[in-house]
């Protein structure tokens, strides 16, 4: 009978330990970081937006009204035209270098009718330091044009026929009914619609839409007023990249909405 087969001896083998996974953990200089100093070293939490609190919002509006007691537009102007053209040449611009333009140009062109009929060329040379001189001659120009063949020469004094002028729009509008004919309007430029988000009065960021969220929050007696007081607190104090926040008569009433640098 044949031998029978006999199975390989098993070869002895160490169990290999099954090594758990290890959480890196952040150092700072070699360091562990515990994770209650990593809560702490976020950012803190941005404030949210939400509903203005009419006691607020009065109190916001007190502030600004004793801060710029003297408070107006900053364009030079005699007549609703002018303030309408320098309105259209502040767009992108100062307001103290148009104010440096149009008195040669408000004595070059005297009223609607001479503006409409303004060689283009010239009226560019005339605005050229205000920049887009060629848009805004083209705005000017056929603004004008409505204004005689539409108007009578004369600017028009309602919401609706003003936007209804060629280039103007309903912040140009809103500054002519409110500066030159004493018919309440909010003004939205960048200053207002930044520190309306800023101080949580609307999170809109359109700016038409910024305006009518802001319409029924303010006194209606004082949105021409308002307007300018937010485009001055917003040179002055409350600038986009570090507002003086611990200098700002406001803080009390504002929650810093979007502000992560301030002074």
């Not at 290890?22 to 949210?48: D, E, Q, Y």
Request: a positive charge.
């Amino acid at each position: 009978m044949g031998a029978r087969g006999t199975a390989a001896p098993r070869k002895a083998t160490r169990a290999k330990a099954k090594r758990k996974p290890t959480s890196r953990r952040p150092t700072t200089n070699g360091v562990p970081v515990s994770s209650v100093s990593r809560r702490a070293a976020r950012p803190a939490s941005r404030a949210r937006f939400t509903a203005p609190d009419p006691v607020r919002v009065a109190a916001v509006l007190e502030q600004l009204r004793e801060l710029y007691p003297d408070a107006r537009c900053a364009l030079d102007f005699r007549t609703p035209l002018q303030l309408l053209i320098a309105t259209i040449l502040s767009a992108q611009c100062t307001d103290e270098r148009v104010n440096k333009v149009t008195p040669s140009l408000f004595a070059t062109y005297p009223d609607a009718a001479a503006f409409a009929a303004a060689e283009p060329a010239a009226l560019e040379h005339a605005i050229h330091s205000t920049g887009f001189f060629r848009n805004k001659a083209k705005a000017i120009r056929e603004a004008c044009a409505d204004i005689v063949a539409k108007h009578g020469g004369e600017v028009p004094r309602t919401l609706e026929e003003l936007t209804a002028l060629r280039g103007v729009g309903r912040k140009t509008a809103n500054v002519v009914l409110g500066n030159a004919y004493g018919i309440p309007g909010i003004v939205v430029d960048t200053h207002v619609g930044r520190l309306a988000n800023r101080i949580g009065l609307t999170d809109e960021q359109d700016p038409v839409k910024v305006e009518f969220a802001l319409m029924p929050i303010v006194p209606q007696e004082s949105w021409t007023l308002f307007s300018h007081w937010l485009i001055l607190h917003g040179r002055q104090v409350c600038n986009a990249r570090k507002p003086r926040c611990s200098a700002c008569p406001l803080a009390p009433h504002c929650p810093r909405i979007g502000v992560t640098v301030s002074a």
